[in-house]
Nanobody, 124 residues
Framework: QVQLVESGGGLVQAGGSLRLSCATS????????MGWFRQAPGKEREFVAG???????YYGDSVKGRVDISRDNVKSTGYLQMNNLKPEDTAVYYC??????????????????WGQGTQVTVSS
């Protein structure tokens, strides 16, 4: 059974930091492209960051320079470090995975597996 479980969300003041984790099971993690997306109320799901097994990195324009995506193939876990958070970063954050791709897709439709999401709230 494939599972992606996010953790690390919460309430933080503007300018603060959070580190989200995405623990996976049921997949060969080393073959996966990992992606992070977010969705605010009334808005479409937005690409935040993606990282392939080969180290290809993409970041969304709205977060570039403030987030860092990484992965631990031993722990089968992906991470999203978010710094200098702003109120507009408030959203539910989702991790996603796709097998056998060399570059991380920016479209949510291209991912096969999703976590349940974790809420990030940034207060001003």
């Amino acid at each position: 059974q494939v599972q992606l479980v996010e953790s690390g969300g919460g309430l933080v003041q503007a300018g603060g930091s959070l580190r989200l984790s995405c623990a996976t099971s049921g997949l060969l993690f080393s073959n996966l492209v990992m992606g992070w997306f977010r969705q605010a109320p009334g808005k479409e799901r937005e690409f935040v960051a993606g990282l392939s097994w080969g180290g290809v990195l993409y970041y969304g324009d709205s977060v570039k320079g403030r987030v860092d995506i990484s992965r631990d193939n031993v722990k089968s876990t992906g991470y999203l470090q978010m710094n200098n958070l702003k109120p507009e970063d408030t959203a539910v954050y989702y991790c996603a995975a796709k097998s056998l791709r060399t570059v991380p897709p920016r479209s949510a439709r291209e991912y096969d597996y999703w976590g349940q999401g974790t809420q990030v709230t940034v207060s001003s």
